[in-house]
Structures are given as structure tokens and as C-alpha cells.
């Protein structure tokens, strides 16, 4: 099993930063994508944005430009920088890692529990 802790969310005014950060643990043989979700009271979730083992990344076309995805593969963990946040950005983020336990194994999707960022002033 693969456990996924998130931070770094909280309240901040429009135009300001805050950075989310993932640690994936436990029973970790590989990584592949890692990224980051996002759920609007009333919406569905959505990609934020996501980066793949080799470095390679994709955003939400709402948050080009103002988000940046990263990534330490000997730690697991996968930080998301964001900037100029507006009122829209407020949403409960979610943390999703694709990881297998052993080379025998497949890739599986994990979640962390969600962190919630409010930008409102």
C-alpha cells in the first residue's frame, strides 16, 4: 500500500502564493505520474496538473502560466507552486500518485485525503 500526505494548504488573498506539497510512503517499488486534483464545492474534480517520470508536465489551461508542478523522485514527493491564486482557484486539492509495489506488479492509482485552499479576501 501506498500512503499520500498532503500540506501547505490554508487562506490567501487574491493574487497571493501558497505551495502544496505530497509525500508518497510505504510499500513504493516505482513512480510514474504524479499530480495534482482539485474539487469545487458542487463540481466534479479536475486536473490541475500532472508530471510524468520523466519530467514532462501538463496543466489545466486555467492555471497556465500561474501554477508550476514538481517533482523529487528519490523523496516521492510532488510540490505544486501557485501564484496569482484567484477567488476561482478555492478548492479542496487532491494529491494522485501512480505507483507499483514491485515489478511484478501494476501500476495503481493513489489519492491523499485532500487539502483545502480558500482564496477570498
Known amino acids: 500500500q501506498v500512503q499520500l500526505v498532503e500540506s501547505g494548504g490554508g487562506l490567501v488573498q487574491p493574487g497571493g502564493s501558497l505551495r502544496l506539497s505530497c509525500a508518497a510512503s510505504?510499500?513504493?517499488?516505482?513512480?510514474?505520474?504524479m499530480g495534482w486534483y482539485r474539487q469545487a464545492p458542487g463540481k466534479q474534480r479536475e486536473l490541475v496538473a500532472v508530471?510524468?517520470?520523466?519530467?514532462?508536465?501538463s496543466y489545466a489551461d486555467s492555471v497556465k502560466g500561474r501554477f508550476t508542478i514538481s517533482r523529487d523522485n528519490a523523496k516521492n514527493t510532488v510540490d505544486l507552486q501557485m501564484n496569482t491564486l484567484k477567488p476561482e482557484d478555492t478548492s479542496v486539492y487532491y494529491c494522485?500518485?501512480?505507483?507499483?509495489?514491485?515489478?511484478?506488479?501494476?501500476?495503481?492509482?493513489?489519492w491523499g485525503k485532500g487539502t483545502l485552499v480558500t482564496v477570498s479576501s
Open positions: 510505504g510499500s513504493i517499488f516505482s513512480v510514474n505520474v
Open positions: 508530471i510524468f517520470s520523466g519530467g514532462s508536465r
Open positions: 494522485n500518485v501512480r505507483a507499483r509495489s514491485s515489478t511484478y506488479d501494476q501500476y495503481e492509482d493513489y
